[in-house]
Nanobody, 122 residues
Framework: QVQLVESGGGLVQAGGSLRLSCAAS????????MGWFRQAPGKEREFVAT????????YYADSVKGRFTISRDNAKNTVYLQMNVLKPEDTAVYYC???????????????WGQGTQVTVSS
């Protein structure tokens, strides 16, 4: 099975930036679409961004479009989420996920990391 480990979360002031990383095990990483989701306390897990196997297609939630950028480096088995102009509303646990398609729902993905906390202060 594919194992995913997120890193890069932390505390940042509103308007600041963070870059999250998700390291994947296994030699089939390049065949998976990868996504980022987030979940705040008391809220459902929501879609953030996704990227296809080659990195040529990306999709973003409206709430992060223009501020966040998803990318991948298949040679390093790693997917990234660059987060700029962070807002307090971005505070959540961020999860990376792998699946067969670049879907916008949690059930579109088969493999999940344990998450990394992002806290944005005002």
């Amino acid at each position: 099975q594919v194992q995913l480990v997120e890193s890069g979360g932390g505390l940042v002031q509103a308007g600041g930036s963070l870059r999250l990383s998700c390291a994947a095990s296994g030699r089939t990483f390049s065949s998976y679409a990868m996504g980022w989701f987030r979940q705040a306390p008391g809220k459902e897990r929501e879609f953030v961004a996704t990227i296809n196997w080659s990195g040529r297609s990306t999709y973003y939630a409206d709430s992060v479009k223009g501020r966040f950028t998803i990318s991948r480096d298949n040679a390093k088995n790693t997917v990234y989420l660059q987060m700029n102009v962070l807002k307090p509303e971005d505070t959540a646990v961020y999860y990376c996920a792998g699946g067969k398609t670049t879907g916008g729902r949690a059930y579109d993905y088969d493999y999940w990391g344990q998450g990394t906390q992002v806290t944005v202060s005002s």
